[in-house]
């Protein structure tokens, strides 16, 4: 009996897309679904309540960084990660492998493991797959992620091959080393750069090691959008029907429904919380960069369709003078606005998959928010 059971629900009959429901420890998720990242135990500037109000079903947070500060022994102390940041619905971890891999020079790959210095005092580590499902028992997520590499890109033929045949015997790895099944999911992850054929050996070497979910890893890695769809169309077919399926970092508008519609379950991304903290809201009717002076006197709601605490309660003026003046609350309230948005789309999707209308829905939302 695996800690997480995924229960298909429908299959759109305009795509690929599906309805689904997760069952973990920490409650029911309904897919496809949206992650909001909390990287260091906490979605920045939001507490608990507020992200349940906005409609969060689950969580993510860094392994690497809180391996690195405070420490999963003191948050095993704590009690683990939900009760140390207070989330009692599920949270994902993710394996630290992706921030490892992009300090750069400062590390060093091996078959054991990834060396590397710390960001913050410049200590050595080593991070094996052992420790990175040690660390994310420790901190007691629902779901973990395999110890990874997700290859850079542009990367020769050659070194992907190798690569993802690696990551393959780090993902046996993870699974010899966890132990408590029952309480925590591991997830496999798919490499293979853009080359379908290795993305085709990756997808079959990694579900052939039997997991709860697969994850779609080595995009948004700055490829263009095309091939990102086409390498994640291609990578989708030879994943398990009855297992859900995460896009990692992925979550601008445009490539969560893309993403839907070719048959992805789970997505989380930055982008929503750090272009709020730098004044850039997604509204309905596109992105409005509220630090801009043309909305200086403009006392209309940031969108005048949207149902967040924001949008009911201040102006774009208001907003934009929070910004420039650098003022805590500015950030706040775009994030909680830009969270909402994304989070009220992937609902919007989930009733277009109910109602077989996922590509209408899709049409109508491109001409509103990117005007073609
Ligand atoms: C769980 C850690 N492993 C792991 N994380 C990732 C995080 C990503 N984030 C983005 N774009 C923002 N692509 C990613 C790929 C991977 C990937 O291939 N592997
Ligand atoms: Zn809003």
Known sequence: MYAV????????????????????PHGIIETPIFMPVGTQATVKSMTPEELKEIGSQIILSNTYHLYMRPG??????????HEFMQWD?????????????????LRKITEEGVEFRSHLDGSRHTITPEKAVEIQTALGSDIMMAF????????????????????????????DAHKNTENQALFGIVQGGMYKDLREQSAREITAIDLPGYAIGG???GEPKDIMYDILGHTVQFLPEDKPRYLMGVGSPDDLLEGVIRGVDMFDCVLP?????????????????????TYAEDFSPLDPECDCYTCRNYTKAYIRHLIKANEILGARLLTIHNLRFLLKLMENVRIAIHEDRLLDFKEEFFKKYYKK
């Not at 999963?72 to 990660?81: Q, S």
């Open 219 to 221: 995009l948004s890695v």
């Open 273 to 293: 919380t750090r272009i709020a903290r730098n004044g850039t809201a997604m509204t309905s009717q596109g992105k409005v960069v509220v630090r801009n002076a």
């Open 89 to 105: 619905k599920p949270i994902l971890t993710d394996s630290g492998g992706f921030q490892v891999f992009s300090l750069g020079p």
């Open 5 to 24: 059971r995924y229960e298909l629900i429908k299959e759109c009959k305009q795509s690929g897309a599906r309805l689904g429901r997760l069952h973990t």
């Open 148 to 175: 990874d590499e997700c290859a850079p890109y542009p990367a020769d033929r050659d070194y992907v091959k190798k690569s993802l045949e690696r990551t393959t015997r780090w993902l046996q790895r993870c699974k």
């Open 72 to 81: 999963h022994e003191l948050i095993k102390k704590a009690g683990g990660l």
